[in-house]
């Protein structure tokens, strides 16, 4: 599996490099794009260009204590043992997972269940592979979805192959889960870990095995998600729940006699897409 993701990767730099060798500039205008044009590899251009969202830096965080911490060590204690305590399961046991879903009935026919179980193939890892943004930013092993788009002659083999051991086979993941973990501040000169957002970057291959299975689970997704939930259903916007909302107030507030009364309850939910459970 390395040895060809690395003859890939060799053919993808030769194939970089070649789109930029001979080209000269043609009267370009912008003085900063001049060795770019000339055939400058791009990670030295960039390199030597100013690097934007340094002043976005994280110069201190505050720990579960409310000690402040402004040293690299520190910082990433407190950042390890928040994603450790966010990123994992209170292990339930069996008896209290049936009791919290007894009251929920079966919402799968006999025909779904079939298809949800049957067999992963080349063309879904393919199909899941090709559907994926090209350029979006990589995970920690440095490849792009381009890079298996243009190489898929290849790596596809190979790709297909892995993928498949670990959805058919039950072959372990743990090889390709590794992420990296950008933290995007909510607020100006943020000091607490719940003033960003954790945007996870993840390895492509299993980025490929989990839009799989998403994929799958788009046949029958409609049966089993609430109509009141925008979340994970394709189609669906979070405004229907804006309107939903208005109209629920709209009805409490024309409620002026009787007995019965009407009540809003509005939660939220602090990382609840974040959590296992």
């Not at 789109?19 to 060795?35: H, I, V």
């Not at 969202?53 to 407190?78: H, P, T, Y």
């Not at 072959?171 to 590794?178: D, V, Y």
Request: with cysteine.
């Amino acid at each position: 599996m390395r040895q060809v993701l690395c003859t890939g990767s060799e053919l993808w730099k030769e194939s970089w490099k070649a789109s930029f060798s001979g080209k000269k500039s043609t009267g370009n205008k912008d003085p900063g794009l001049t060795g770019f044009s000339q055939g400058t590899e791009t990670q030295n251009f960039f390199i030597q260009e100013p690097q934007p969202g340094k002043e976005n830096s994280i110069s201190k965080l505050i720990n579960d204590n409310g000690n402040l911490q402004d040293s690299g060590e520190g910082m990433a204690r407190v950042i390890k043992t928040y994603f450790s305590n966010l990123f994992c399961s209170s292990k339930p046991f069996s008896r209290e997972i049936a009791k919290a879903t007894d009251a929920i009935g079966s919402r799968l026919n006999g025909e779904m269940i079939t298809d949800l179980n049957r067999a992963f193939s080349v063309d879904e890892i393919k199909r899941a592979i090709f559907e994926m943004n090209p350029t979006k930013a990589p995970g920690p092993d440095g490849f792009h979805a381009i890079f298996f788009h243009k190489f898929w002659n290849v790596v596809g083999v190979e790709i297909s192959k892995v993928c498949l051991q670990v959805l058919n086979g039950g072959t372990s993941i743990t090889e390709f889960n590794h992420t990296n973990v950008i933290l995007i501040p909510k607020i100006q000169n943020p000091t607490s870990l719940k003033d960003f957002r954790p945007i996870s970057l993840c390895i492509v291959i299993y980025k490929t095995m989990t839009k799989v299975l998403a994929n799958r689970l788009k046949s029958c997704i409609t049966s089993i998600i609430s109509p009141s939930q925008s979340a994970f259903v394709p189609g669906r916007q979070i405004f229907d729940n804006v309107v939903a909302s208005f109209e629920i107030l709209h009805s409490i507030s024309r409620m002026k006699s009787g007995k019965r009364g009407l009540m809003a309850l509005k939660l939220d939910i602090s990382k609840a897409y974040d959590r296992v459970e």
